[in-house]
């Protein structure tokens, strides 16, 4: 796996007790997880929202909100700001 250090893949692999090629698989899902922008974030989450029924005026708040909670923060974005990521 190229984006860990040999020491720590193998540190990994003995505390979460899984084959090399599993944990390699899970550090590249996260990798890609956490790779996405704020943009790309933005539009999935109001697809996902959307599908599951929640009403725009909803919508804007939530996402925001989860911006907020993620590990890797983003810039702080207003509604309005997050509706023209959506919509142009």
Known sequence: MDSL??????YLLRVVDLPGPMLDKIVA???D????TAADFVRR????LQR????????????ARELEAR????PELSERQ?????YG
């Open 5 to 10: 250090s040999p020491e720590f893949r193998e």
């Open 29 to 31: 899902e996260l990798r």
């Open 33 to 36: 997880h956490w790779s996405e």
């Open 45 to 48: 989450r109001h697809r996902e």
């Open 52 to 63: 599951a029924g929640v009403p725009n005026r909803r919508v804007y708040g939530q996402i």
């Open 71 to 74: 590990p890797v923060r983003s």
């Open 82 to 86: 997050i509706r023209r990521l959506i």
